[in-house]
T-cell receptor, first 112, second 114 residues
Framework: DAKTTQPPSMDCAEGRAANLPCNHSTISGNEYVYWYRQIHSQGPQYIIHGLKNNETNEMASLIITEDRKSSTLILPHATLRDTAVYYCIVRVALSAGNKLTFGGGTRVLVKP | NAGVTQTPKFQVLKTGQSMTLQCAQDMNHNSMYWYRQDPGMGLRLIYYSASEGTTDKGEVPNGYNVSRLNKREFSLRLESAAPSQTSVYFC?????????????FGQGTRLTVV
């Protein structure tokens, strides 16, 4: 699975959009981009995933560049409860099991 | 809807003691996983079971054994605990192969080895 690079931390104002970048320059054609978050040492929680098209669900939007070498997770209206560590993960979807490889993630602090 | 349940939530062991961490899921998932998370670090895969009856090593398997007891349950055993195994252990499950195989995680077992 391709390696990802994320900024170690970022702050965001409550009510504003939070844009979390992820670099995955070595991604291959059959690898998907997944985002998970971990709130205060709880178990990680799935947010969204995508291959090449932009994706949106009730939690967030995922924007993947045309060359697929980077992506951005967008939390449209950040709340204090969105304070968490966000992990960008790249993996081959059709591999056996779901062996997620977690990097350091981005520690997001949402401030009032 | 319980999801993924881990027991115990907290445990303190002495060096050399053994114990088994239990994990059960009620989502009829095929695949199950054990991760550990050291302070300030990301999760690392210990062992996984792609389907009932199979288990495979992950990134950090040394010092651990696993048993996929049935489709619901996947246990992790420490035969002789060491201080280096102090960590938070997370169990996870997913449907298995395919695109929409998001993983669901338990709330973790916080293990301290003294």
């Amino acid at each position: 699975d391709a390696k990802t690079t994320q900024p170690p931390s970022m702050d965001c104002a409550e009510g504003r959009a939070a844009n979390l970048p992820c670099n995955h320059s070595t991604i291959s054609g059959n690898e998907y981009v997944y985002w998970y978050r971990q709130i205060h040492s709880q178990g990680p929680q799935y947010i969204i995933h995508g291959l090449k098209n932009n994706e949106t669900n009730e939690m967030a939007s995922l924007i993947i560049t045309e060359d697929r070498k980077s992506s951005t997770l967008i939390l449209p209206h950040a709340t204090l409860r969105d304070t968490a560590v966000y992990y960008c993960i790249v993996r081959v979807a059709l591999s056996a099991g779901n062996k997620l490889t977690f990097g350091g993630g981005t520690r997001v602090l949402v401030k009032p | 809807n319980a999801g993924v349940t881990q027991t115990p939530k907290f445990q303190v062991l002495k060096t050399g003691q053994s114990m088994t961490l239990q994990c059960a899921q009620d989502m009829n998932h095929n695949s199950m996983y054990w991760y550990r998370q050291d302070p300030g670090m990301g999760l690392r895969l210990i062992y996984y079971s792609a389907s009932e009856g199979t288990t495979d090593k992950g990134e950090v398997p040394n010092g651990y054994n696993v048993s996929r007891l049935n489709k619901r349950e996947f246990s992790l055993r420490l035969e002789s605990a060491a201080p280096s195994q102090t960590s938070v252990y997370f169990c996870a499950s997913s449907r298995g192969e395919g695109v929409n195989t998001e993983a669901f995680f338990g709330q973790g077992t916080r293990l301290t080895v003294v």
